[in-house]
């Protein structure tokens, strides 16, 4: 498999690759668990064994770029193969645009586009980037400080260097006395900076004027960057009704919704995109105890789970298109690919 990778990528793929997205083929140099190297593991024979597809290189050759979200076509692809199923890389749509992957069995055929969402908005990269530079994360801890207050906005960029400047001189000093030190730039940041061996510390704790400071504050609602998501992919689709989309979401920050109501959202949302067969959300999470599962829902909806390696597993949540007793042989094929048999 490295020769493969390499003959492909250059000796040099996994600095290229950790130079831009971690992903499932550079997961397990950072993290031994179990689970990254068998992700490791699938993502390789994904690739391996796809190797002799028109278009292979290019798909692959993404990976130090895009890292997960060629290895998604790829797996995508690959589950395909297993089932029996012809696959091709990068077809052609009927809009002169291009699908992902396109499974067929017999006569039936399922243009697959598959997106990976990054778990936050840019925004929140930018956030903490900014943030740091005005309070480093880590020097508050080295002076043996605890702080209170709040961003009450973003600050400018003319504004950071200044800021930071008086967020230096107020740690330097609350380090070097004691007592309860506070910086207070009206509209923009209330900050307050105690010792923690100060006598007065815990009184400061429990009027609240230390122990939680909060952060810039930006919105984040994943499902509607995922609904976005759905919309703007469900464009590379061709029109005439035979195209699935395979998706991991945007993260939840651990309060997904309700699968019912998640099931209920999206189904509104495929109404009003008929050409999209199929819905297909996949993700992983841990669960105790792992185990293979499968279960239909009165909706139509399939939610399938797959042991990755205990306690990760795999989860796809399969929605189709219109009603439950729904049949067509895109629908069929797209239910068999992600969906399978279910148990209950």
């Known amino acids: 498999m490295t020769g493969q990778l390499e003959a492909t990528l250059g000796a040099l793929w996994p600095l290229r690759a950790f130079g831009s997205k971690r992903n499932s083929m550079t997961e397990c140099f950072v993290n031994g668990a179990p689970h990254a190297l068998r992700s490791m593991i699938s993502a390789g024979q994904a690739i391996t064994q796809l190797r002799d597809l028109p278009r292979w290189s290019s798909v692959v050759g993404r990976i130090p770029v895009e890292g997960e979200a060629a290895i998604a076509e790829l797996r995508v692809a690959w589950r395909a193969v297993q089932l029996g199923m012809s696959v091709a890389l990068g077809p052609r749509t009927d809009r002169g645009r291009s699908a992902d992957v396109l499974v067929s069995a017999g006569e039936a055929q399922l243009f697959v586009e598959v997106f990976v969402a990054e778990p936050l908005p840019k925004i929140a990269l930018d956030v903490e980037v900014l943030e740091n530079r005005i309070i480093p994360r880590f020097t508050p801890l080295s002076l043996d400080l605890t702080l209170g207050g709040r961003f009450f906005r973003a600050p400018s960029d ?109 189904k509104r949302v495929l109404s009003g995109i008929p050409h999209v067969v199929a819905l297909a959300l996949i993700g992983r999470q841990l669960a105790q105890p792992a185990r293979a599962e499968r279960y239909a829902m009165p909706n139509g909806a399939v939610l399938a789970q797959e042991v990755v390696e205990p306690p990760v597993v795999e989860r796809v949540l399969f929605i189709p298109q219109g009603d ?13 690919l992600m969906a399978g048999p279910t148990d209950r």
Request: proline share 9%.
């Open 158 to 266: 003319e504004e950071v260097a200044p800021l930071a400047e008086a967020v230096t001189a107020l740690f330097q000093a609350a380090h070097s006395a004691s007592g309860l030190h506070e910086l207070l730039v009206p509209g923009l940041l209330e900050l307050r900076a105690a010792r923690m061996d100060s006598p007065s510390h815990q009184s400061f704790v429990d009027r609240g004027l230390i122990g939680d400071f909060r952060g810039i504050v930006f919105n984040h609602s994943p499902v509607a960057r995922l609904v976005t998501a759905i919309r703007g992919k469900s464009q590379q689709l061709p029109a005439a009704g035979s195209g699935m989309l395979v998706m991991t979401p945007p993260s939840f920050l651990g309060q997904p919704p309700a699968t019912e109501e998640m099931v209920s959202v999206l």
């Open 324 to 336: 439950p007793g729904a049949r067509s042989p895109a629908l069929e094929l797209a239910r068999r």
